[in-house]
């Protein structure tokens, strides 16, 4: 039997999941949106019988699809005990941007009955609480330009066979708030700060004066020397347990000196052990 491997785009109107479905289909997959959930199990079985060489099929599936709420459960299930690998990605994004980017894009929500976006972001949100809580891998594009999505997912899925599980390693300020889609967090707040040297103020992570400033100190390296062993201990059980990407948070106050130096230093550590280790300095951007 040809294997296929199944991915299913869902999440927020307004979240992100067109552009998602574009870049996947560029990657190599059979990319189809808003298809009845209930055609599923009949779609999968033409993709068998096709001449084509489809091995890897996402579908974009939301509320536009008034009836998959009630079926999608049963209908993954059985797709499911037939043998297939369903992978579900859901595209989180906080209210105040959804609400800017429909204002930008003149677009209705599909759930405001009343007119109102908010209103209909609410009962989209409600409607998609237990499919958030059941999907495999949750993205917030709130911070995301569609640019840096597409990375993303280019990313995670330029070659999805390879199986090894794909870390992300975040910096990020608190005074920004804390990233939703994350699984391990580290403050380090704790490290001197140089945002009140003068002469470091101005520059960023990146810089290797900043980076000399937050490294040696003796703190830092003994910090750096447990997180190091602790990613090496938990990495392979993970991957024991089936978890396919890990998400490394590292965070100070601005996310500008302290988190993008130890974030550069982890993910230049582990990119010398594993094959998919990336970089994102999620508020470096910021004034």
């Known amino acids: 039997m040809k294997e296929i491997g199944i991915m299913i785009i869902s999440g927020l109107s307004g979240s992100g999941k067109t552009t998602a479905l574009k870049t996947l289909e560029d990657l190599g997959f059979y990319c189809v949106d808003n298809l009845p959930i209930v055609l599923l199990p009949d779609f999968i079985e033409l993709c068998h019988r096709s001449s ?43 209210d105040e941007v959804l609400i800017e980017r429909f204002s930008e894009t003149r677009r209705q929500h599909p759930l405001s009955e009343d007119g109102s976006v908010l209103a209909g972001i609410r009962r989209e949100r409600q409607a998609l609480m237990q499919m958030k809580a059941q999907a495999d891998r949750i993205i917030d594009t709130s911070e995301l330009t569609v640019h840096q999505l597409r990375a993303l997912f280019q990313e995670y899925y330029d070659d999805i066979s390879r199986g090894n599980m794909a870390i992300t ?43 000399e400033y937050v490294l040696n100190r003796a703190e830092a390296q003994v910090f750096l020397e447990k997180v190091r062993d602790l990613m090496l201990f938990q990495i392979p059980l993970f991957e024991k347990e089936g978890k396919k990407y890990l998400t490394v948070a590292i965070g100070c106050t601005g996310g500008r000196h302290r988190s993008v130096v130890v974030a550069n230093f982890l993910k230049n550590f582990l990119a010398s052990h594993r094959p998919r280790v990336y970089l994102m300095h999620r508020d470096l951007g910021r004034p």
Do not use: W
Request: glycine share 6%; aromatic share 14%; proline share 3%.
């Open 52 to 94: 084509d060489d489809i091995s890897r099929i996402a579908l974009g599936i939301d509320v536009r699809e008034r009836t998959f709420l009630r079926e999608y459960q049963s209908t993954l299930e059985s797709i499911r005990q037939g043998g297939y690998k369903i992978e579900l990605v859901f595209l989180e994004c906080a």
């Open 169 to 211: 390693f975040m910096s990020f300020g608190y005074k920004y708030g804390i990233p939703h889609d994350i699984d391990l967090l580290f403050d380090v707040r704790f490290l001197p700060n140089p945002f009140f040297v003068r002469e470091l103020k101005n520059l960023s992570g990146n810089d290797a004066k900043v980076a």
